[in-house]
């Protein structure tokens, strides 16, 4: 079995129409805006915490900030580790909002100074919303 990222996604909120997708829209103390919309059982309640997971392959590294396409999520923070393993670089950035994710990116064009570049580096993962996977639900404050 592969890493996996897994993060909360707090103080979410359930759509407008009632869908089973949770949303969870958290500033970062750089000023941007993290986006996290998963899909969940109807257990699922307005302000509580959704673990997620995402698997890193399925996550890309952007020097930018996210644009607001309704088909990815995103969220920003810092490359804290790069380890280049020949085909593949595996990254972990820590997480504005708390957390980290790992990231493994195919190093087709990139080599192993591309890669150590990015260590200290504020960066904007992206990936498709239907990736997020729901891995537990709380109510906010417990456990």
């Known amino acids: 079995m592969g890493d996996l990222g897994i993060i909360s996604a707090t103080s979410f909120s359930r759509s407008a129409a009632e869908t089973n997708e949770v949303t969870s829209k958290r500033?970062?103390?750089s000023g941007t805006l993290n986006l996290v919309t998963a899909?969940?059982?109807?257990?699922?309640r307005a302000g509580g915490v959704a673990t997620v997971t995402i698997r890193p392959e399925r996550i890309r590294l952007e020097d930018r900030a996210a644009g607001d396409a309704p088909a990815?999520?995103?969220a920003s923070g810092v490359v804290r580790e790069s380890m280049y393993?020949?085909?593949t670089t595996r990254?972990?950035?820590?997480?504005?909002?708390?957390?980290e994710l790992m990231v493994v990116r195919q190093n087709a064009h990139t080599s192993f100074e591309d890669a150590e570049?990015?260590?200290g580096l504020q960066v904007t993962l992206v990936w498709g919303r239907e990736h997020?996977?729901?891995i537990g639900t709380s109510e906010e404050g417990t456990k």
């Open 72 to 74: 990815e999520c995103h």
């Open 132 to 134: 997020t996977r729901v």
């Open 91 to 99: 990254f972990v950035v820590e997480l504005a909002g708390g957390g």
């Open 39 to 44: 899909t969940v059982d109807g257990s699922a």
């Open 85 to 87: 393993t020949g085909p």
């Open 27 to 29: 500033g970062s103390t």
């Open 117 to 119: 570049a990015l260590r």
